[in-house]
C-alpha cells in the first residue's frame, strides 16, 4: 500500500560525506514524521535523525552538528546529509514514515528496505 526506497548508501572513507534519500509512495493521504534509523552489527537499531511535517528536527547526540535532515512535502521526500563521517557511523540506515494511508484511520510506521553505510580506510 505504501512503500520507502532509500537511496545513497555505499563506502566511504572517514571524514567523508554521503547523502541518503528516501521516496514514499503508494496510497498516500498525509505523512507525519519521516525519519532515519540506523542499526550496527550486534546494536539495536537506533533513531538518528526525525522531522515533522512541519520541519521540526531531532537529532541523536552522536550525529548533531555532522548530519542535517530535511524534507519535500509535495514529493513525500527524506533525505539524510552526513559529513565528517566517522567509522562507528557504519550501520545499515533505515528510512521510516509514520503515514495516514488511504482508506485507512490510523497511522502507520512504514520502514526502508535499508542502505548499508561503511566509513572505512
Known amino acids: 500500500q505504501v512503500q520507502l526506497v532509500e537511496s545513497g548508501g555505499g563506502l566511504v572513507q572517514p571524514g567523508g560525506s554521503l547523502r541518503l534519500s528516501c521516496a514514499a509512495s503508494g496510497r498516500i493521504f498525509t505523512i507525519n514524521a519521516m525519519g532515519w534509523y540506523r542499526q550496527a552489527p550486534g546494536k539495536q537499531r537506533e533513531l538518528v535523525a526525525a522531522?515533522?511535517?512541519?520541519?521540526?528536527?531531532n537529532y541523536a547526540d552522536s550525529v548533531k552538528g555532522r548530519f542535517t535532515i530535511s524534507r519535500n512535502n509535495a514529493k513525500n521526500t527524506v533525505t539524510l546529509q552526513m559529513n565528517s563521517l566517522k567509522p562507528e557511523d557504519t550501520a545499515v540506515y533505515y528510512c521510516?514514515?509514520?503515514?495516514?494511508?488511504?482508506?485507512?484511520?490510523?497511522?502507520?510506521?512504514?520502514w526502508g528496505q535499508g542502505t548499508q553505510v561503511t566509513v572505512s580506510s
Open positions: 522531522i515533522s511535517s512541519g520541519g521540526s528536527t
Open positions: 521510516n514514515a509514520d503515514v495516514w494511508a488511504v482508506g485507512t484511520s490510523t497511522l502507520y510506521a512504514y
